[in-house]
């Protein structure tokens, strides 16, 4: 492990003057000319004034806000503007038409600079715990809204915008939708935070939103007009501009200002001074390398007049370049003449998220595209729109342009030329018929994610023949947008026929071409033809109209609205226990005040550290040093190893100084003495090197597989199934903060789930006992798994540092480093056998699984295990299985949220899916046939299974196939499938089991004197829940006194951070039962309390109030604090969880797109301790689910090194891709005896329901795949396939037929 550690240089407070309101300080120029030597602006109502030349331009506002100002809930995710956890309202006020504009901007990607006289509002300026929490934070509490909370800050500013954007007309539920269509929950699932969306929507029906703690009618009011004030009086007052050329940030504020500045510049350049253009720098986010860059010269040009108008002309419309393209939106819709404008409008809406569109210029897009290859959107709409660009270049003066023309000419030279208006001409004058339309195929549907391609075609067209047209692609691979010039051609002056067109799409398949290398290559360029067939469908001229139906083209759809239902059983019977509570401070969580650990100020003489991952599976380092002519920020005080670490150092710097270093460090490798690294699976195999699984870990076989086997009708012999990773994609990164202390003790803030492992790591690192270390952890930002063993290098190097160097050390890992360093779930390579009767009933199975475990052991040791107790959810009739847990040089995985037990559950699947393809019979009556009794359920779990009447999974498969309808939408679903080609659907019922362990769990209950309740416990709160839990157990449990004011209770209870030193043997959070057993602790000591509290009840003879209860205890010295660790009973420490869904999909053939249309799930929650609570995590681990098996490519090098390592590239649910309909229903199922409260877990068993996703994609890709076969001539015999995982677009397209558009008018040509 290399950790640097980089001394840190704050901004000198007193060069930063803070005062709030009016009252600032006055420093000793004069006003004006400070003004202009200063930036001002406020942050929530309070003025900020800083000296320009203390600010290095580069600062981003996130930076200032989190780390030079008291505003802490903008938080840091990705910072590339991909998440919206940093999202702020930027408020900007025009001293001419006296109104202030507000808008959302990404704080990560916007230069502190950019901000001046602009007022910035975070969430907790819209409201906060001390002056009261604002609308939106309480309704996102009372729907559930919240669970690690990271997100939800910048949830809160994203709604709030978008309920001021609506100011003059009313707030939709469409509106409400999109509020926060680009922010990132890794939590939810989104459900409920839309739903406290659409609460504020003018046409929503209030019995239609989801389950909230609200009563009826009775929503927290959100008064319009009292709004927060975004814009405060005082700044109107001093709108100056700061004075160019004096620093090195400048604000020219016409043309001729800029060309003075650049003419100035380009002189000095000889002597190599450098310049940045910026407009809204979210470029940024793409090329990050740019952040590290050193500039002598920044020139905003976001204030030249000339570039920040609209102006409608006789011929088009013309635009700024540095008008925003969420302006442009607007400005086009309104331009309602040129029915093209709309559709561009459209278009630009799913560019990147609304955040980034609020900044991100117009000319900014087109500058990446053309410079830098960018995959721009923008490009490729504006060139089949005939746009043109004006340049104004230093060197040749100023020139109009095509776009073609600019797209194609040499790079532009950085600065020297300047993109000034880009025009787009009106068409509708013309007198033929305009066709227009653009397309882009994008893993999110509505934005937030780069095009694979997209197209835009312009056609003008008489009597349905074309005179000509402008078929623009772009983004697939190629250096920029592209007309296809020889498809034009061909198309001009010809009628449209079947014949017509497949000659066009043949000469396209010559022009879209990717350049090698490009990811998805064959995918991308089959996605051409498709739109080109869509776009000129309606004008083909069918020799001979056919009668079934086959001729018509289905037109793209939107997304259909969100709905969703909830089915919550309450259960009063250990009051305030099984209620629907809202989760512990998640108003606090919204506002941002919540404290994770990169809140906790940083103490004096703080350092940064940055991690240096090593980009090679197997070798040694040589020796690290930083690449040659690079400017190694100031203050980079060492670079620590295991065994070098040196002393001093005197600065003190930044987060990004250290990752900027890290970024510039060279590492040299040594492999001369090494074997060739283990790469795969099957070489680990071939060479033995495999870790050992303890016998008391290995699964038990079940029945006699030969004999099995030797009964079958059928048998399927060894085929093979492969699964990827996972990346956790918690929403708060790996941190830590170490701070040495007294006599060598060592205090360590860490971001984990396993604070007491982190302890013995830390004790054992560092030479000392473990009483001489602290951890404490307070709340994390998401887990997932990814925070157990992989939290504890991350706390451990900043204590070796701290220790060594005996100063306070902080890391919070950048969001690239900790995709590689954390990596994720174990892939897997499955070979199986599997023998079944011709009813479908199977037999026997075998497996052989091998393993990835990585370069360490870690917990791997728990996968197979895991995998086989979800895969025993069927009755095999017989199973056996070989593991072997392979040693590669790969990355050490981790155990992600459902570790083994997803992939167990699918294995199930593919094995019943493949059984049900080779008898031509449905997966769902093969499923159906599988399920176990509960004497089969008793021989594969033997006590785990449980007593009979625990059994509920046969009788939930009933039950949801009636609630849902299953039986009539499997044939609505096949009537559809016959009546349409582009699109087929398919629909599944997927059942699981899921065992989980309870494990020994300490908690401490303490009463103060004023009656209040202090509570600790082993368990981590780490957005799951378990603090509510704990403190409706404690309420419940000291509840039992029955004296006055004890129903009140929970509100005195708080539950306090884990703190490793004053609650030992915390162990482990995860395996979804530490919520129980937390709970459970917490009532061992709440009984200790009571019985120790009881004599004095008694003593009292009659009723006695619960303060004075406690009153009298302290006067009596009764012990009012008691801890204890719930062990669990020695058996069955297991039971088992079930839970059902059913979920149809819809995938469009064109695309590949899969659209999620419903999922009904039933999930058995036993006696829910808090069925809101288990709500969130049913919803939220099935989305978590969803992104596993259909969208989240975790995508390596032949080395190992993670490709897919940013928001760019990996792709997390959203809240398009979520079911567009979302039923939960959570099943009571009664009273059992040994667990706690008769409860069961909810964290990760509904993981495994997404699969109901897949296997329902793969239905629908058959129907694909039948009707294609149909078109060649093929008979059946391939529908035996596999989907894979995760079944992205490009996977689905693949089987369905990338040629599929070629197929189809050949076929259509031969039967016409
Ligand atoms: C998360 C995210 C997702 C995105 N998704 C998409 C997408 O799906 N499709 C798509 O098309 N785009 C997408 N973009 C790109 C986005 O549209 C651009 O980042 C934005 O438009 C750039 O504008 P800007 O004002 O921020 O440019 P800046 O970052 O300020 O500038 C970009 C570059 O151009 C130079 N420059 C800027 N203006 C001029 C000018 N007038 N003349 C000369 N040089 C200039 C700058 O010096 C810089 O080098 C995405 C961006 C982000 C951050
Ligand atoms: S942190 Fe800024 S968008 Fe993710
Ligand atoms: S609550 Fe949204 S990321 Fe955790």
Redesign the pocket.
Known sequence: MVINVYPLESLPVEQFVTATGRDYQPVRATRQIREKMSLVFAINGQRFELALSSVDPSTTLLEFLRYQSPFKSVKLSCG???CGACVVLLSRYDPVLQNVEDFTV?SC?TLLCSINHCSITTSEGLGNSREGFHTIHNRLSGFHASQCGFCTPGMSVSLFSALLDSSSSEFTVLEAEKAVS?NLCRCTGYRPIVDACKSFAADVDIEDLGFNSFCKNSLPPFDSEKRVCSFPEFLKDEMKSIDSGMHRWCSPGSVEELQRLLQGARKANSVGLSV????????????KD?RDRHYDKY?D??RIRE?KEIRETQNGVEIG??V??SKVIAALKEIRVEKMFGKLAAH?E????RF??N???????????Q??Q???????ILLAAGASVN?MSLSRGLEKVTLEQFLQGPP?E??Y????TIEIPFWHHRSSELLFETY?A?PRPN?????YL?AAFLAQVKDRMVINCRLAFG?YGTKHAIRCKEVEEFLSGKLITDNVLSEAITLLGKSVVPQEGTSNLAYRSSLAPGFLFNFFHSLIITEKPSSNGYYHLDQPKPLPMLSSSQHVPINDEYFPVGEPVTKSGASLQASGEAVYVDDIPAPANCLYGAFIYSTKPYAKVKGISFKENSVVPDGVLAVISYKDVPKGGQNIDTQRHADTAANLALVEYETEDLEPPILSVEDAVKKSSLFEIYPFLYPQQVGDTSKGMSEADHRIISSEIRLGSQYFFYMETQTALAVPDEDSSIVVYSSCQTPQYVHSSVAACLGIPENKVRIITRRVGGGFGGKAVKAMPVATACAVAANKLQRPVRTYVNRKTDMIMTGGRHPMKITYSVGFKSTGKITALELEILIDAGATLGLSMLIPSNIIGALKKYNWGALSFDFKLCKTNLLSKAIMRAPGDVQGTYIAEAIIENVASSLSLEADTIRKINLHTYDSLALFYKDGAGEPHEYTLSSMWDKLGVSSNFEERVSIVREFNESNIWRKRGISRVPIIYPVSMFATPGRVSVLSDGTVVVEVGGIELGQGLWTKVKQMAGYALGLLQCDGTEELVDKIRVVQSDTLSMVQGNFTGGSTTSEGSCAAVRLCCETLVKRLKPLIEKSGGPISWNNLISQAYAQSVNLSASDLYTPEETPTQYLNYGVAVSEVEIDLVTGQTTVLQTDILYDSGKSLNPAVDLGQIEGAFVQGLGFFMLEEYITDSEGLLLTDS??TYKIPTVDTIPRQFNVEILNSGHHEKRVLSSKASGEPPLLLAASVHCATREAVKEARKQLRMWKGVNDSELMFQLPVPATMPVVKELCGLDIVESYLEWKSSVN
């Open positions: 590339e503007g991909g990404s990607l680009g940045k253009l910026v407009a809204g720098n979210t470029s940024t986010g793409y090329y740019e020139v040009i976001t570039m370049a540095v925003t393209i630009m799913k560019i990147a998220a980034i569109r900044f991100g210029s117009i000319g900014g897009n087109l500058v990446m595209a410079r830098k960018f995959p721009s959107d923008m490009a490729t340049i532009l950085d600065y030329d300047l993109v000034l882009r994008a934005g937030s994610a780069l095009a997209n983004a928001t760019w």
